[in-house]
């Protein structure tokens, strides 16, 4: 069976190869046949999670198009660990019971998303169902949204927007691409969401660019996050390397504990240390054309690699 699947997935794979002149993001994988990108995320979460991600990547969760892309999906789902059943598609009902739209808006109905109920299905179960999943079998059936499964995010090749070298979404300036995140996320959750996107949370380098990361809090003066008035950024090994240490002076000389030593810029400008915990709006960055960055992102003093040690112990 696993050298099956090998073989399914190596099918895949060459029916989906990069071409040098169709780019997009680097996690992505291009085919050709149907002119989209697809990446399948193993790591299964809800229906509206997998919904955020997708958008986050510039991409949408999949609406299969035709009967032909639904099989080659159906070799892309051959990829995914033995107890996965399904994949979450952009189809829903939560506007309305039994009227399924795409998460593109468009009602489903008259079109050949109608025929791929398994049979019985929708069934509307405890009315508890108000999301789709596409089965190995490349059939749909109605889940709770809440339930957990893998995803597939797609777009077509013509609707990329390549922004060499920013993806789409990134802010140039300078010699970086921003990326400004205004739902509030914990600092570990934001790390994690500038990483999907293969990125890391921003680092200060100069005055300059400090004055930057503030304009991006400038324009959510009405901003309902726990804390408006804060950004998460990737504090350095050593902020002076970095090229900017200039510390809120209520907290120039303490030395945070475990629970509150997470990097945030103030609307002031200044760098101050928040409870981890706390949500918070947050920025990513990309460096461009390969250029190797002065520091990578860390909490205080720390690399995310030994705060990651300490927590397994």
């Excluded at 179960?125 to 597939?152: K, Q």
Aim: with cysteine.
């Amino acid at each position: 069976m696993s050298a099956l699947r090998a073989i399914l997935v190596l099918v895949f794979v060459l029916k989906c190869h990069r071409l040098k002149a169709q780019k997009f993001r680097m996690d992505y994988m291009w085919a050709q046949t149907f002119k989209t990108f697809y990446r399948l995320h193993d790591l299964a979460t809800n229906w509206e999670e997998a919904r955020q991600i997708c958008e986050g990547e510039g991409t949408n969760l999949l609406i299969p198009g035709t009967l032909d892309e639904i099989e080659n999906l159906k070799l892309l789902m051959s990829n995914m660990k033995a107890h996965y059943t399904a994949i979450f598609v952009g189809i829903h009902d939560r506007f309305a019971d039994g009227h399924y739209v795409t998460v593109k808006g468009e009602p489903i109905t008259g079109t050949i998303l109608e025929l791929l109920w398994a049979e019985g299905r929708p069934d509307h179960l405890n009315n508890s169902e108000h999301c789709v999943v596409m089965t190995r079998e490349g059939l749909f059936d109605d889940r709770p949204c809440t339930d957990i499964h893998p995803f597939v995010c797609k777009i077509l090749g013509n609707d990329t927007k390549y922004n060499q070298p920013c993806y789409t979404r990134h802010q140039k300036i300078s010699n970086k691409c921003f990326k400004f995140h205004s739902e509030p996320l914990s600092w570990h959750d934001a790390y994690l969401a500038c990483r999907l996107e293969e990125g890391r949370l921003a680092i200060v380098n100069s005055a300059k660019e400090a004055s930057v990361f503030v304009s991006f809090l400038g324009d959510h003066l009405n901003s309902n996050t726990p804390d408006p008035n804060i950004l998460y950024i990737g504090f350095s090994e050593t902020l002076e390397a970095a090229g900017y240490a200039s510390w809120n002076p209520l907290q120039a000389n303490n030395i945070p504990d475990k629970q509150q030593r997470c990097g945030a810029i103030s609307r002031t400008g200044f760098l101050e240390v928040t409870n981890c915990e706390k949500p918070a709006m947050f920025l990513c960055e990309r460096v461009i054309n390969g250029a190797k960055p002065n520091t990578k992102p860390t909490e205080i003093i720390k690399t995310t690699t030994e705060l990651n040690s300490e927590q397994e112990v």
